[in-house]
Structures are given as structure tokens and as C-alpha cells.
């Protein structure tokens, strides 16, 4: 068996022994309780947990009755439901609802809910509350009577009894006896005045007047059928019983109306009609034959050159073919076109042409061809209507006595088309070409500027001014420019007229004797250059060596030899000026200059010495204030200032006057190549005792002014010092080689007989200078021997000689400024 269920259980029944696995088992509850438990067979002797419940129940009624006009409770709700069944009670008759109560427990029932209205659509289907009323002549009985009624419907009141009717605006959409007739909205194209006992107990619709109709559901009154289109309405007082009557008619011709309202039909725009009756709506107003509808509004009458063949809402007239026109206005036909227009030609009877340009046709007229236009004359367009359109175009005009049409000439317009003569320029003022149009097309020359704006007028641009290369328009800064200064036209410095104008700075020409700068600086040339003028170019320097005595020079002839320069005879071009000359330079009269020598004794410090001025320095070989040879002993190198003395000699050297270098200073004593030069004749030697050393017998030589050479013992028990001294009136002379290099020689007279030293050679006839030349190119010469009266440059006998190698004597030659040849050659001029 199952497991036994809880205590307030019946039990299970005996059925549940012996069934299938997965069958289930029921125990009903004990009374009162339900509704029982029940478990399923899990297996052999398996069962699974019971489930269900045995709860209480409710015997009997709900304990709270309904109020009067309730039934009360039915007796369903004794012993027959579990907790929480629901147990109803109906209304009496005539009220709807009913009252609610559940099962809370044993015994115990809820509060009751709910309520019983009264059954007003049992007084009238449209009744939406009603009341109990005391039935007249009874003491208790009642009746329901209807309160109101639902929408769309409403009272009557007819003294016995009340029902509702439909209201206004509404009908019954059955008959008025069937419960299911319900009051709808008054269809549209009818009125419903509403229900009512004696006229319209059936709460029926009524129709409008032919011709009206309403236009939207729920119409009330007749006053609400408004006029169908193309009808028109109008109302008419009954005076006798102060009603209106509606009269309804169809729109007449020439009239509508789009319905919808409660007036008459509305006229046609003027001279507009209908085609018909009954017009509904303004477009069925059209224009008659002839005319056109303007805009919808109004019809008016087809001018001339336009038709229309019908009853139309054109807004124009169709038009006649082009350039073509009608007789008269008001034309119904195409064919009515038939005339040419002014400007046009007819082609045939149903086509034209323009004219062609240059020719007009001033009538309306079956005309085909047009008249050509006299003098050349044009016309802007084609189709020109008439003479007045021949016209010259801008910038041509009908010259006077003229038989045809011409360009405007240069410096002259016309603008527009007419007949006006063409206007000139202005003085001065041109155009770029011929057939020009308007004043702006005038310009101002190349070369020319504006004199005045108004008038306008022009100048050419000379005498110091220019243009530009250009033509440009008339404009007050379009004016000649002034030269630049020191610059000027060529006709202001010719003093000639200007052929051309001037078009350009560079047409600004420097006058002659100025020169431009590279930066354009225009300044007067300086000495040494010049300019022809007439141009822009710098100044042109004078050929080399020469230069212009003052600035501003104009050509070449203002180019003289310039100072420090002189003309080479030989080649025909200036030359400088060597140092020891100078030149003054040319002057106007005598262009070609010479170089002049410094004064005696001096010289200039270079070339191209200008002036005496420059000879401030003493030539080489003087000095002192005046410049005055150097005297013996003494040198001078050249340039220096004046005053300056000349430098002495180093200690026993000599030198002749107007030496020139130091080289020039030779030794007091001059050693002989051997050991001394041997006498023919020793007794011309001077004998001179008491002298200790060769050095102190070389003294005495140099204290002696005639002194020509010495030699000396070098026994040193002899002790012997020997001078041979000069003859002054000697026949012979002597020239002893005073330097090593034979360019300087003491030249010394003795006796025509004496021989001195070892003779080398004879040079035969020789001048004292060829002699000394030959000795200097001959070895081991020492003096060169010749007739005394030779000198200085006389030719004579040269013998040359050379000194002797002697162990016992040492010997030396004396030198003296005043004994050498250079200087005696100074003293001859030579």
C-alpha cells in the first residue's frame, strides 16, 4: 500500500494493492475535507511521497445576504467547494449585476462584493439611466422611468409617457419597433431634424432639394443642404408666416458655382462665358472666338498679327506665322494672316522673311521685298520697319557731298548707330586705327602728352620733355616728362625743331663737354677727357699722353700733350718724359710739347716731370746747394734733395770729381801684380833716408801730391825708401791702372825718356782712352805709356807695361782724385 497520508485523511482505498509500477493512487479526504491526496507506484512495493492536501471547506451560504433587490445566495454554495470558491448571487428582474463572496475557510466566507442596477433598456433601448417612480393611482407600485438617454438620442416628452428619440443630426438605421434600430450619425446629402411624436416619430432622414445636398454627416436642418456644383441657391422671406423658402436652379451660361455653398453661380470674368449650363468650377469660363483668357480673369480681344479659332482658356492668342499679321483685331482664322509685318517680306502667302540687314519695310502689306537702305547706310538687326532704321554703324559716318558711307579718319569717333558726323579727338590726340567708336578709343601719340583733360588736347613731347614709345589713353598724368637735369633734347640744343617726337629718356642727350657715369651722374668732363655731346656716354678719355687744358672739352682737338709728355717726332705719338727732362705739356696755340733738361746739375726724381719745379734733386755725382759736381774724395749716388752734400770716400780711397758711386773710390796705393815697376833710369828716383817700413815710405807717397809710386828695401840692412815723382812739363804720360777691373787710371806726366816697369806690348797709335781700353784687356798690364800731348783724346803712340817680380824691393802706385783720367776728362768737356 502507499504511504498513508496525514491524519485528516480518509485512508487510501483497496485499490491501490496490486497495480502497475508508475500508476498512482487516490485517498479521498474525510468530510468535510477535500479534495484528497494522491502518489504513484515507484515500484514493487515503492512508493513515491503523497501529494495533495485534504483543506476545509464552506457549508452553506455566504453569512451577509444580499440587499433587497438581489435573488439571495443559491444553494450551490452548501458543502460543495474547497477554500477560495467563489460563490455568485443573481439580481431580481429588471436590475443587472451581482454580488460576490469566497470560501475563506471552514465555514468562513469573505465580505460581500458587488452590486444590482437597475435595466434601463428595458424602459428603451436608448435609455442610459432610469429611476423608480410610483405607478399614479397606486399606493406601492413602481415603475422605471427613463433619466436620459445614450448619445445621438434624447427625450420625448409627449404629457403620458417618456421614450427616446434620435436627436437632431441623427436617424434610425432601422424602423423605429426594432429593438436593434440604433440612432447613427445624419448621412451625408441629407438633414435629420430628429425624432419627434407628431412629425417624425420614426426619427427618419430627409432629402435636400434636388440640386443641394450636405456635405457632411450629422446635418440638422434643411438650412444645412448647401448647393451641388454647377447649381446655385437662393432664399425668399414668407412674410405671411415668417419663413424662408430655398429656391435651387442650375448655373445659367456664362456663369458656375463649385457647389458647396449657399449662393448663387458666380459670373464669368468679363467678356468670358461658359459652352454650357451648369458650370461647376472658373475654368469652365472661357474666352470666345477672337479672344483670350487674360490671366483666367477676363477675356480680351486678339490684337493684330494673332487669332484664335474657338472657345479657349489660352492666356495669349496663337500668333499669325512670323512676320506676318492680320488685318484687324478680333480675328477667329489663321487664315485672317495674311499681311507682312514692317521689318518682313512674304515668301508666299503663308511665310515671310526679316529683312536682310541694310534694307527695311516700313508697311502691313502683301509686300515681297524690302527696300535697300541709301548711302551704304545699315541697319543694326535684320527686319528693320523702316527708313529710320538706316543708320551708319559706331565709328562710320556720311561724309558731306559724300555718295556712300566711310570709316571715321584717324584722330576722330562716332558712337552708336545715327546719322551724327564723327567727333575728332581732340589737337593733338590720334586713334589706333580708323572706325574708331567712342572717346575712350583716342589716345595720345607715341612720343606726344596731355596738355588738357578738358578739352582734351595733346603737345608733341620736345624741347626737353618726352613721351613714351607708345600710344595710351587721354589721362591727366599721361603728360610729357622733363629731361632729367643737364640733360636735354637734341632740339633744344641744336635750336632746330624736333622732326619726331620724343619717346623716351634716352631721347635726353648730354650737351657737348658733359659725360654720363655708369650710375647715370651727368657731370662736366674733366681735364683729359671730352665728349662730342649729343649722346649719353661717359667722357672719352684723351689718347695716352695727351689731356684738355680745362673741362668740358667737346672733340678730340682739346687734347693736347699733356704735361710731363712731349711729342716723339719719330713715331708721331707722345712719349714721357725721361728722367733729367721735363714738360709743361702743349697749350692751344702749340698742342705738341718738349721735354726740356733740368738745369745743370740736376735732375728729376722720375719720368714725366711737369715743370722745372720737379728738377729738385742732384744728378748723380753732384751735390750741394747748387748741385755742383762732387768734389775729389767725395761721390754722389743721384737724387738726392739739394743741399744735400756729397758722401766723402772711405778713408785712403780717391776719387776724381763727380763720382757717382762709392765703386768710383779707389785706393790711395795700389799694390803692384809683381813686386814693383823697374826705371830705366834709377836716378829718377827720390831718394829718402830714414823711413823704417815699406808703410811709412807708402806714407810719404801719399803726402806728396806728385808722388807717383814708391818702393822700398826689404833688406833690412839697407833700409832704402824711393818715390818717383811727377815732371809736370814731362813729354810722356803715364796711366797706371787704379782698380782691379781697369776702369779707373792715374794718368801722370814724366820724361819723354823714362821707361817705367817691364814693357808688354806696342798698341801703335792709339787715343789716351783706346790705350787704357787695351791695357785693361791685356794680362799682366799695369800703365799704359803715351806721348803727353795726346791728351786728353788726342791718337799717339800706346806702349803697354807691367811690373817686376824683385825679392829685395816691395813697391806700390799712388792714386790722386786729381790725377785720374775720369777727371781729367771732366776738365776738358769731353
Same mark, same amino acid.
Given at each position: ?25 487516490? +485517498? ?104 423608480? $417612480? ?38 434610425? *438605421? ?88 449657399? $449662393? ?75 499681311? +507682312? ?45 523702316? *527708313? ?74 620736345? *624741347?626737353?620733355?618726352?613721351?613714351? *614709345?607708345?600710344?595710351?589713353?587721354? +589721362? ?355
Amino acid at each position: 500500500m502507499p504511504t498513508e497520508p496525514t491524519p485528516n485523511s480518509a485512508g487510501w482505498p483497496a485499490s491501490c494493492a496490486n497495480i502497475a509500477s508508475g500508476s498512482s493512487c487516490r +485517498a479521498a479526504c474525510d468530510s468535510p475535507f477535500g479534495p484528497g491526496y494522491s502518489i504513484q507506484c515507484s515500484g514493487k512495493d515503492s512508493w513515491a511521497a503523497p501529494t495533495g492536501t485534504c483543506p476545509d471547506i464552506c457549508s452553506g451560504p455566504p453569512t451577509s445576504e444580499p440587499p433587497e433587490d438581489s435573488r439571495g445566495w443559491g444553494a450551490s454554495c452548501a458543502n460543495s467547494n474547497v477554500v477560495g470558491f467563489r460563490c455568485i448571487a443573481g439580481c431580481a428582474p429588471s436590475f443587472k449585476g451581482r454580488y460576490v463572496s469566497s470560501c475563506l475557510g471552514k465555514n468562513q466566507w469573505g465580505e460581500v462584493a458587488g452590486s444590482c442596477e437597475p435595466m434601463c433598456k428595458d424602459v428603451h433601448r436608448g435609455c442610459a439611466t432610469c429611476r423608480s $417612480v410610483r405607478v399614479p393611482g397606486s399606493d406601492n407600485s413602481t415603475e422605471l422611468q427613463c433619466s436620459t438617454c445614450f448619445a445621438g438620442w434624447r427625450l420625448r416628452r409627449d404629457g403620458v409617457g417618456k421614450t427616446c428619440d434620435c436627436s437632431a443630426g441623427f436617424m434610425l *438605421n432601422g424602423t423605429a419597433d426594432a429593438d436593434s434600430s440604433w440612432c447613427v450619425p445624419c448621412p451625408r446629402g441629407q438633414y435629420c431634424p430628429g425624432g419627434s411624436a407628431d412629425s417624425n416619430p420614426d426619427s427618419r432622414a430627409f432629402n435636400c432639394t434636388p440640386g443641394l445636398a450636405t456635405i457632411s454627416e450629422g446635418a440638422r436642418s434643411e438650412q444645412q443642404c448647401y448647393t451641388m456644383p454647377g447649381y446655385g441657391r437662393s432664399i425668399t422671406q414668407n412674410d405671411d408666416r415668417g419663413t424662408v423658402k430655398i429656391d435651387v436652379f442650375i448655373c445659367p451660361i456664362g456663369t458656375y458655382n463649385v457647389g458647396g455653398n449657399t $449662393v448663387g453661380c458666380t459670373k464669368c470674368g468679363t467678356g468670358l462665358t461658359t459652352t454650357k449650363t451648369g458650370a461647376t468650377n472658373s475654368t469652365a469660363c472661357v474666352a470666345p472666338p477672337g479672344s483670350f483668357a487674360d490671366m483666367g480673369a477676363s477675356a480680351k480681344t486678339c490684337p493684330r498679327g494673332t487669332y484664335t479659332t474657338d472657345f479657349n482658356s489660352l492666356p495669349a492668342c496663337l500668333t499669325c506665322p512670323a512676320g506676318i499679321t492680320t488685318v484687324r483685331d478680333n480675328s477667329t482664322s489663321i487664315g485672317h494672316c495674311k499681311l +507682312a509685318r514692317k521689318g518682313y517680306y512674304l515668301v508666299n502667302a503663308t511665310a515671310a522673311e526679316e529683312c536682310p540687314m541694310g534694307s527695311y519695310q516700313g508697311r502691313e502689306a502683301e509686300v515681297y521685298k524690302c527696300d535697300e537702305c541709301p548711302y551704304g547706310y545699315q541697319t543694326r538687326v535684320e527686319g528693320a520697319g523702316g *527708313n529710320a532704321e538706316c543708320m551708319a554703324p559706331p565709328g562710320v559716318e556720311l561724309q558731306e557731298g559724300a555718295e556712300w558711307v566711310s570709316e571715321c579718319g584717324l584722330g576722330s569717333y562716332k558712337e552708336g548707330w545715327n546719322k551724327n558726323p564723327c567727333k575728332p579727338c581732340g589737337n593733338g590726340l590720334t586713334t589706333a586705327a580708323a572706325g574708331s567708336v567712342s572717346a575712350e578709343q583716342c589716345l595720345i601719340p607715341a612720343g606726344w602728352g596731355v596738355v588738357s583733360v578738358t578739352p582734351p588736347a595733346a603737345a608733341m613731347c620736345a *624741347n626737353g620733355s618726352y613721351g613714351i *614709345n607708345s600710344t595710351r589713353p587721354v +589721362a591727366s598724368n599721361a603728360r610729357c616728362v622733363l629731361c632729367p637735369p643737364n640733360l636735354f633734347t637734341r632740339d633744344t640744343l641744336s635750336g632746330a625743331p624736333a622732326a619726331v617726337p620724343y619717346t623716351s629718356e634716352l631721347d635726353c642727350v648730354l650737351k657737348p663737354g658733359w659725360g654720363m657715369s655708369g650710375t647715370g651722374e651727368v657731370k662736366v668732363c674733366p681735364p683729359g677727357t671730352y665728349n662730342a655731346g649729343y649722346n649719353r656716354k661717359p667722357c672719352q678719355e684723351c689718347g695716352t699722353g695727351f689731356t684738355s687744358i680745362e673741362a668740358g672739352g667737346e672733340d678730340e682737338d682739346a687734347c693736347v700733350v699733356q704735361s710731363g709728355w712731349a711729342m716723339d717726332i719719330t713715331f708721331g705719338i707722345p712719349k714721357p718724359c725721361d728722367v733729367g727732362t721735363y714738360s709743361t705739356g702743349g697749350t692751344t696755340d702749340t698742342p705738341n710739347a718738349e721735354c726740356v733738361p733740368c738745369p745743370a746739375g740736376f735732375t728729376t726724381q722720375k719720368d714725366e716731370a711737369d715743370s722745372e719745379e720737379d728738377c729738385d734733386v742732384c744728378v748723380a755725382g753732384h751735390g750741394g746747394a747748387n748741385c755742383t759736381a762732387c768734389p775729389y774724395d767725395t761721390f754722389s749716388t743721384g737724387v738726392h734733395k739739394r743741399g744735400e752734400a756729397c758722401m766723402p770716400c772711405a778713408p785712403h780711397t780717391v776719387s776724381a770729381r763727380g763720382s757717382r758711386h762709392n765703386s768710383e773710390c779707389l785706393p790711395e796705393l795700389v799694390d803692384s801684380d809683381n813686386d814693383y815697376f823697374p826705371l830705366s833710369n834709377d836716378s829718377a828716383w827720390d831718394n829718402h833716408d830714414g823711413v823704417d817700413s815699406a808703410l811709412d815710405c807708402g806714407m810719404l807717397c801719399i803726402s806728396d801730391s806728385t808722388c807717383v809710386m814708391y818702393r822700398y828695401s826689404t833688406d833690412v840692412h839697407l833700409r832704402k825708401c824711393q818715390l818717383l815723382l811727377e815732371v809736370p812739363d814731362g813729354g810722356q804720360a803715364i796711366a797706371l791702372k787704379a782698380d782691379s777691373a781697369g776702369t779707373g787710371y792715374a794718368v801722370y806726366r814724366v820724361d819723354a825718356s823714362l821707361k817705367v816697369g817691364v814693357r808688354l806690348s806696342d798698341e801703335g797709335s792709339r787715343t789716351p782712352g783706346e790705350c787704357m781700353k787695351a791695357c785693361s784687356g791685356t794680362n799682366a798690364c799695369e800703365l799704359a805709356a803715351m806721348d803727353a800731348a795726346a791728351l786728353p783724346d788726342s791718337a799717339g803712340p800706346c806702349v803697354l807695361f807691367g811690373s817686376e817680380l824683385d825679392s829685395d824691393w816691395v813697391g806700390m802706385y799712388h792714386v790722386y782724385g786729381s790725377k785720374l783720367f775720369a777727371d781729367m776728362m771732366q776738365g776738358s768737356g769731353s
